[in-house]
Nanobody, 121 residues
Framework: QVQLAESGGGSVQVGGSLLLSCETSGNTNRRILDMAWFRQAPGKKREGVASIEDDGTIEYEEPVKGRFTISRDKNSVFLQMNNVQPEDTAMYYC????????????????WGQGTQVTVSS
């Protein structure tokens, strides 16, 4: 059973930067996973932020294009958040799957507990 653990959340001012990290464990077959970041603000649905496939293919959702960068080192995934805005305030979740076709929550079977990001003005 693959387990995910996020870190790096916290409070940041508008225009600032934050780096989120996600480490995996329990991947005994050592296959490279498709990985992604999602976020969920209070009262809103969980939404995709960015994904990176096992072959390195990257996708970003429109609200974060040009500001956020997803990267990976094997089965660790990172989210560099730059020029953050109040609307980026949310719980951020790391997700993984053996084969995810789209950046939607239903495509990912493994989830972390989340890390809170709060942007203040």
């Amino acid at each position: 059973q693959v387990q995910l653990a996020e870190s790096g959340g916290g409070s940041v001012q508008v225009g600032g930067s934050l780096l989120l990290s996600c480490e995996t464990s329990g991947n005994t077959n050592r296959r490279i996973l498709d990985m992604a970041w999602f976020r969920q603000a209070p009262g809103k649905k969980r939404e995709g932020v960015a994904s990176i496939e096992d072959d390195g293919t990257i996708e970003y959702e429109e609200p974060v294009k040009g500001r956020f960068t997803i990267s990976r080192d094997k089965n660790s995934v990172f989210l560099q958040m730059n020029n953050v805005q109040p609307e980026d305030t949310a719980m951020y979740y790391c997700a993984a799957d053996w084969s995810a076709r789209w950046l939607t929550a239903s495509e990912y079977g493994f989830w972390g507990q989340g890390t809170q990001v709060t942007v203040s003005s």
